[in-house]
């Protein structure tokens, strides 16, 4: 009779409610073991969207740097960034600067961008003592279960991105753009299809339009690809959102979303989208040494609230045109 042999270490674990997870046995050389076995990685995200590697035991932000160039193509500089991060190295951040006991809801890095990440790379350095999952969103299954009402306004709309830079919250003008040199900054605006103002204070106040909707450039499937619930006002806990409009004002937000015509998004809209996110999340938590590959397009990711220590190193990868994922609404520069 034929017997049954132990699992590979390779296997792939697929459990429901959970990212696919691939646990490397004794990787040893993580870098090394990463460079031998990165087409496989890279199936497996190709299959699924996403893959939480464990085993590898990474620690340090030189090892985790080697690791993310092995496995990407090209590493990022993150330019609009909505929220301060430290750079290890180039293309290597921290995690975004977001209080701990708030949620970072779910979105798509940089989906307001003409050019974004096509690959997500997180490593856990060190690993909160409670929460702090970076858990994910299939897009398209989220696509799927949003009212067709809805989805067809942002598809003919899009969806507006409002900005109103400070030193206080969010990314400053140099955090987000690189530099403060205004002229620089109006230069990169113009040439990205953003419209931008200054206030009487000399603020930059900003504003652009994208598609919410776009299509995988590999393999074509529609995908719910944005940040409209993230960056809106009514995901923010209700005493921020008092606090900020007490001090900045209605109009004066570190940042707003709007329906792409300029319509309010309401907060009913807002509270559908998080739940349909809700409904189609999956979660692991983070194990030091972790590594996650995201698929930027297919798959949404957020971090949760935690308590404790928490070190997740970032890699931006693989850049894509909003240009070649069949954007639903013209982009025009100002």
Request: with cysteine; proline share 7%.
């Amino acid at each position: 009779m034929p017997t049954s042999s132990p699992a590979s270490p390779l296997d792939l674990g697929l459990e429901s409610g959970k990212p696919p997870v691939l646990r490397t046995g004794t990787a040893g050389d993580p870098a090394r073991w990463v460079a031998e076995h990165r087409d496989l990685l890279h199936a497996h995200v190709a299959e699924h969207g996403a893959v939480l590697v464990r085993g590898l035991g990474l620690r340090d932000a030189d090892v985790t740097g080697t690791v993310f160039r092995r496995l990407a193509t090209a590493l990022m500089t993150e330019k609009e960034a909505f929220a301060p991060r430290r750079t290890y190295a180039p293309g290597v951040y921290s995690s975004s600067q977001w209080p701990p006991n708030q949620p970072m809801c779910m979105h798509h890095e940089l989906s307001y961008a003409l050019e974004f990440p096509g690959l997500m790379l997180f490593a856990c350095l060190d690993a909160p003592t409670e929460g702090g999952a970076t858990a994910v969103a299939d897009s398209s299954a989220v696509l799927e279960a949003l009212p067709a009402e809805l989805t067809e306004r942002f598809e003919r709309e899009g969806w507006l991105l409002t900005r109103s830079y400070n030193d206080e919250i969010g990314a400053s003008v140099a955090e987000s753009f690189g530099t403060d040199d205004l002229g620089a900054v109006e230069s990169y605006c113009r040439a990205n299809a953003i419209e931008f103002d200054r206030q009487p204070d000399g603020s930059l106040r900003t504003r652009q339009r994208r598609s919410a909707v776009v299509r995988h450039p590999v393999t074509g499937a529609r995908c719910w690809f944005n940040q409209i619930a993230f960056l809106n006002e009514w995901t923010m806990a209700p005493e921020v959102r008092e606090y900020l409009v007490d001090v900045y004002g209605a109009d004066g937000l570190p940042f707003n979303t709007r329906f792409g015509g300029g319509d309010p998004i309401g907060e009913d809209v807002v509270q559908l989208l998080n739940k349909i996110y809700e409904d189609n999340t999956v979660r692991e938590p983070w194990q030091a040494g972790d590594l996650m590959i995201v698929d930027n397009v297919r798959t949404a990711h957020s971090r949760e609230p935690y308590d404790g220590p928490r070190e997740v190193l970032v890699g931006m990868a693989d850049p894509l045109r909003l240009a070649d994922c069949s954007p639903t609404v013209e982009v025009t520069t100002p």
